[in-house]
């Protein structure tokens, strides 16, 4: 059994309900310099994990996943369990950062501890590339602005690459909605097996 522990940096974003994945080498929750899944996409806009629960519950190489009851607030933490065979070696993380246009915090391919040891790792914010950061109200789902679901794609990046932080272009304001990476922490500890 592995728990999985993210723990929010940021000082005013908060993270949606992250998910987590038990996998071996035949899955890739993303890679960066790469196009984002669309169900990737989709938790990094609007924070929504059904699809990507969707797409893990009949990938190959899935052995288990958790997602979050609840969003991180700043400088809070969430655990999340999972178990799995051997093999299954490899976690990945992602969580939106819900006042941004598609930014996630994330990692792809960690090798988990095989002993009961602990592994930290100080996760950057990704941006997606499936979105605009318009920075505008109308196409953010989180604090202040509360608009799920509104996207400009026309433009947008088109690969995962390390996220910019909030400049300050329109309503959100930077001194509080930016960040400087890491933006979260995942502490992975073997407690069993």
């Keep these: 059994?592995?728990?999985?522990?993210?723990?929010?940096?940021?000082?005013?974003?908060?993270i949606s309900p992250p998910i987590?994945?038990?996998?071996?080498?035949?899955?890739?929750?993303?890679?960066?310099?790469?196009?984002?899944?669309?169900?990737?996409?989709?938790?990094?806009?609007?924070?929504?994990?059904?699809?990507?629960?969707?797409?893990?519950?009949?990938?190959?190489g899935v052995a288990d996943y958790a997602i979050a009851g609840g969003g991180i607030m700043p400088g809070a933490s969430v655990t999340l369990e999972l178990q799995g065979p051997g093999q299954a070696g490899l976690l990945s993380v992602a969580g939106m950062?819900?006042?941004?246009?598609?930014?996630?915090?994330?990692?792809?391919?960690?090798?988990?501890?095989r002993d009961r040891s602990t592994r930290v790792i100080n996760a950057p914010a990704y941006d997606a590339g499936s979105e605009v950061n318009t920075e505008s109200c109308a196409h953010i789902p989180g604090p202040p602005c509360g608009n799920p679901g509104a996207r400009v794609?026309?433009?947008?990046?088109?690969?995962?690459?390390?996220?910019?932080?909030?400049?300050?272009?329109?309503?959100l304001d930077a001194g509080a909605k930016d960040w400087r990476n890491p933006a979260a922490r995942i502490t992975v500890r073997r407690v069993r097996g």
């Design 153 to 171: 794609t026309e433009g947008a990046e088109g690969f995962i690459h390390i996220h910019r932080g909030i400049r300050g272009d329109a309503e």
């Design 1 to 14: 059994m592995l728990e999985v522990t993210v723990t929010n940096l940021t000082y005013d974003q908060i």
């Design 97 to 113: 950062l819900v006042s941004t246009n598609d930014a996630f915090i994330g990692m792809s391919g960690l090798a988990v501890p």
């Design 20 to 60: 987590a994945i038990l996998h071996d080498g035949r899955f890739h929750l993303f890679r960066a310099g790469m196009p984002a899944s669309s169900e990737l996409a989709a938790l990094a806009e609007d924070g929504m994990t059904g699809p990507l629960a969707g797409l893990v519950q009949v990938s190959s």
